[in-house]
């Protein structure tokens, strides 16, 4: 699949579900409103759609939310496309999750064929991870992440930059995630949704500055590391790991932007910061032929926009009012 700025779209991020055991503050109001069950797309026509996009291209299949793990019965979703990656024609299959489940799911996760996973943790002191989670509890996060390593997956974290919040914490999460084997990725917190009293201009750390701080006691090194996403790496010399940022604000990585996004309605997404969106549910049940579902894929693939249009502005409303939780990012 060929976008009309000619860059091959194969990389498909499927939020299986808007609700999440946590209400992070930059990612959800704390008085959500979730979608009715009867609109979720089932986890049998979740698997056709993956299929349909597997057999249309898509190499990387990374699984969000809300909370992945949370959904019912997602076991068989990822236990149903596990064949792919037996036979090569999926070259990877993962997940982004808060880590709350992650001691119920990880070696069954592993046997799936998932072989790496990402963690969104943003501190390691409880009470600023009570507070920006608001539900969250640290200890159940941090005993799902060895539970993780214990089933052999590899470990990124992402953590997103708050100013006042974290920011303190840099050079202690890099140190963490290296005593760990743990690598690391810092995101830019991005304008999506109504997060009711929080200010998302007081929260905006940019990191060109998060990395003039990390240089002054870390040996950064470039390194053209990449996994399919939009993160730029740099390897620390004196850990091993490395540090990946995500710079939607700063610097975009619309250029080399190879994703599209689906709700769990169905709905996809060709940019992140776009509302411009295909509805993929009606022709999935329009016909047990995928005939009409590759059809609209091909139509949405080619009027991808060239790139995004986020600001952070105290004034101005958010750039897409949709919640991160709504495409995961």
Not at 74 to 87: A, C, Q, R, W
Not at 145 to 168: C, E, F, M, S, Y
Not at 259 to 275: E, H, S
Request: hydrophobic fraction near 35%; charge should be neutral.
């Amino acid at each position: 699949m060929i976008d009309p700025f000619g860059r091959m779209v194969d990389y498909l991020r499927i939020s299986v579900t808007d609700r999440c055991d946590f209400r992070c503050v930059y990612c959800m109001s704390e008085d959500m409103s979730f979608l009715p069950k009867k609109e979720l797309l089932t986890i049998e026509e979740l698997e056709r759609v993956s299929g349909a996009f597997i057999n249309l291209g898509v190499k990387k299949l990374r699984f969000t939310g809300g909370e992945p793990l949370v959904r019912k019965n997602i076991m068989k979703l990822f236990n149903g496309l596990t064949p792919y990656l037996e036979s090569g024609q999926l070259r990877e299959m993962t997940l982004t999750t808060n880590g709350s489940q992650l001691e119920k799911y990880s070696q069954q996760l592993a046997d799936a064929g998932m072989r790496r996973i990402n963690v969104s943790l943003d501190t390691l002191n409880k009470d600023k991870f009570a507070a920006i989670t608001r539900w969250g509890k640290l200890d159940q996060v941090l005993e799902g992440l060895q539970a993780a390593k214990k089933a052999g997956l590899k470990i990124k974290i992402n953590t997103v930059a708050l100013r006042g919040v974290n920011d303190d914490e840099l050079h202690t999460l890099v140190s963490w995630c290296g005593d760990e084997g743990f690598d690391i990725t810092f995101i830019e917190v991005m304008p999506m949704g109504d997060i009711g009293n929080e200010n998302r201009v007081d929260q905006y750390l940019p990191l060109t500055e998060v990395r003039t701080i990390l240089g002054e006691h870390w040996t950064l090194n470039e390194s053209d590391h990449k996994t399919g996403g939009p993160a730029r790496y740099v390897e620390v010399k004196e850990t091993g790991g490395k540090i990946g940022f995500i710079t939607p604000m700063t610097h975009n990585f619309c250029e080399s932007c190879n994703r599209v996004r689906m709700t769990c309605t169905g709905t996809l997404y060709l940019c992140l910061g776009q509302d411009d969106a295909m509805d993929l549910r009606a022709p999935l049940r329009s016909s047990d032929d995928n005939g009409p579902l590759e059809q609209a894929i091909f139509k949405a693939i080619a009027r991808k926009p060239k790139g995004h249009d986020f600001i952070i502005d105290r004034e101005a409303a958010p750039s897409v009012a949709r919640h991160m939780s709504v495409t995961g990012g």
